[in-house]
């Protein structure tokens, strides 16, 4: 009967295979659903605003991912958002830029580095020197009393295919801290190594329109194939993420208004720099990732929340 169908109407046919697989690839991009442990620590997540690379400020001598930077954001009661690279002795440092120049003056590839090399650096001429991981987490460890601090998004930079390495090295250095978190990568491989080890911790995937620009200026660009995938978020289909962490003025894009709208992702907006585009985000439900000035610590949504658990 259905050899019949396929001879008497093959249009027919072939558009509902095409409907078919359009809607089987709309599946795989959906990003994980249904885990209510998730949701709920995602609803604690979304009352706070994050301070990208720490609360920085050159001028008080706090540059971008520095110890000093991170503690005027938990004194201000931000969370905050962080990079971590694995040096050539399997330390992990809180820096940026996998290249020392931009930060340090210095010439230098971090990760073939060790860390007693990076210890003689200071950033952007300050007294700061660039942080370990765990001297970050201290910062935002929970003492057992008084209120706890804000969460942290931790990004992962995988470098020359260490992500699983790098991965499970964060992930062993967090279980010996109070702290809360999230962690995010532009990698898929970072949340795919999440997802079959430590699938109780939230993950989320960078992106951004590469096809319009780069993530990192000075960085060797993507080949074209990578740069079209990562725009529409493929990584999704394998890593299954919890959110999606996109650049605010990308945030239109079709696999963002998808994978966010149609699909129920969670969305987060990076890096914001004004109050406007701040309330612009979460007016949208996406908490977001600022820098370049001081808003309140906390967005009008986690206010309404205090006010109806009071």
Known sequence: MARCMIRKHPALFAAGMAVGLGAASVCAMAPRMGDKAVDER???????RYAHRGLHDDSLGAPENSLAAFRRAREHGFGAELDVRLTADDRLVVIHDSNLKRMTGKE??????????????RLNGTDQGIPTLGEILRIFEWEGRGP?????????????????????????????????????SFDPAVLVWLRRNRPEVIRGQLSMDFLADDADA?????PLPLRVGATALLGNVAAKPDFIAYRFDNREQPAVRLVCGLLGGKLVTWTIRSERDMLASEAEGAP????????????CVAARWASETT
């Not at 995602?42 to 706070?48: I, L, M, P, Q, T």
């Open 42 to 48: 995602w609803d604690e997540f979304a009352r706070y």
């Open 148 to 184: 706890m601090p804000a969460p942290l998004i931790i990004e992962i930079k995988a470098y020359c295919e260490n992500a699983n390495l790098l991965t499970s090295r964060v992930m062993e250095c967090l279980d010996t801290f109070d702290v809360r978190y999230c962690i995010e």
């Open 108 to 121: 230098g590839i971090v990760e073939e580095l060790t860390y007693p090399q990076l210890e003689a650096c």
């Open 218 to 222: 000075g960085a060797k660009p993507m």
């Open 288 to 299: 977001a990732i600022f820098e370049g000035f001081v808003p309140a610590p906390q967005s």
